[in-house]
């Protein structure tokens, strides 16, 4: 099956600092990939759309300033978190879909701490 | 509003029982997805039903879609530790191409 590799599994930074986040779409293209947040022993919420080549789309309530998202090929989008506070420790997953929603493939997540 | 409310929330077992778990919406859904989430894992696509009343057998797993998809069921038969996890279902959004989860189902299988 299609595969979504995300890169780093874990990551560690200090308070004030940015964190980058890549997804990659390993044998196909994609021009839509998504980023979920996943809080402890919660399913995954929709934090933004990433679409190549223009800007993402955002849901209600998250900062477009705060989760920067860069599409700039077929193939990987990444998050930046950037100026991170504890609070934005969290699982960060990515996914893009291969032939509509229904063909969706996840990344492995990334675990963030700020500390 | 969308949602897709899973039952039960958190499930312990022994090993070798069976269990169903529920995923219900209010909504109509042209699909649900389920998938299964390891600690640490992204989650990983287990079935996706699409026709109402369908059925579809994944080993010891047993996937429905409600007659009027607005719900979906899970049944695994002789439950192992491997099946530990966190399943979610998840549904087309509507007016999107992404997908919608259910509130996850943790399931622990003791040995």
């Known amino acids: 099956g299609a595969v979504v590799s995300q890169h780093p599994s874990r990551v560690i930074c200090k308070s004030g600092t940015s964190v980058k986040i890549e997804c990659r779409s390993l044998d196909f293209q994609a021009t839509t990939m998504f980023w979920y947040r996943q809080f402890p022993k919660k399913s995954l919420m929709l934090m933004a759309t990433?679409?190549?080549?223009?800007?993402?789309?955002?849901e209600q309530g998250v900062e477009k300033d705060k989760f920067l998202i860069n599409h700039a090929s077929l193939t990987l989008s990444t998050l930046t978190v950037t100026s991170a506070h504890p609070e934005d420790s969290s699982f960060y997953i990515c996914?893009?879909?291969?032939?509509?929603?229904?063909?969706?493939?996840f990344g492995q997540g990334t675990r963030l701490t700020v500390v | 509003t969308q949602l897709l409310e899973q039952s039960p929330q958190f499930l312990s077992i022994q090993e070798g029982e069976n269990l169903t778990v529920y995923c219900n919406s209010s909504?109509?859904?042209?699909?649900l997805q389920w998938y299964r989430q390891e600690p640490g894992e992204g989650p990983v696509l287990l079935v996706t039903?699409?026709?109402?009343?369908e059925v579809k057998k994944l080993k010891r797993l047993t996937f429905q879609f409600g007659d009027a998809r607005k719900d979906s069921s899970l049944h695994i038969t002789a439950a192992q530790p491997g099946d530990t996890g966190l399943y979610l279902c998840?549904?087309?959004?509507?007016?999107?191409?992404?997908?919608?989860f259910g509130t996850g189902t943790r399931l622990t299988v003791i040995p």
């Open positions: 909504s109509v859904f042209s699909s």
């Open positions: 996914s893009a879909n291969n032939q509509g929603p229904t063909e969706a493939f």
């Open positions: 990433s679409n190549e080549g223009s800007k993402a789309t955002y």
């Open positions: 998840a549904g087309p959004r509507t007016g999107a191409n992404n997908l919608f």
């Open positions: 039903v699409v026709t109402g009343g």
